[in-house]
């Protein structure tokens, strides 16, 4: 599967390894899938994964968290000042209307 999608001059799609393959373009992607899954554990187990791109993602995880967490807080906080603000009263009508 690899090799014919990979190592091949020309980049076949998912459909035309699909037909060498004589599976659907759905089950040729997932074997891909699974292919490429194994290639990777095996580097992993090998101790020759990319400690520095995973401390990356980390770290670019942990500051996207964190930014998030800022961004609820200044919400809430306009939040809560602006429900101190807004009240309800009766219209003429009989329903209620915002006020404030």
């Known amino acids: 599967m690899l090799e014919l999608r990979y ?14 393959l004589g599976v659907s ?7 891909e899938a699974r292919a490429l899954r ?4 095996a580097l992993g187990a090998a101790g020759q ?5 995973i401390q990356r993602k980390r770290k670019v ?3 996207y968290k ?11 906080k306009r939040r809560r000042a602006t ?12 329903g209620w209307r915002r006020s404030g």
């Open 49 to 53: 994964h990319d400690d520095q791109a």
């Open 25 to 31: 373009h759905q089950r040729a992607q997932q074997i």
């Open 83 to 94: 429900k101190v603000l807004q009240t309800w009263e009766r219209d003429a009508d009989g």
């Open 66 to 76: 964190q930014r998030q967490r800022e961004r609820m807080r200044r919400y809430r």
């Open 61 to 63: 995880t942990a500051e």
């Open 7 to 20: 190592l091949s001059d020309e980049t076949p799609t998912l459909t035309d390894v699909g037909r060498v």
């Open 38 to 41: 194994r290639v990777r554990e």
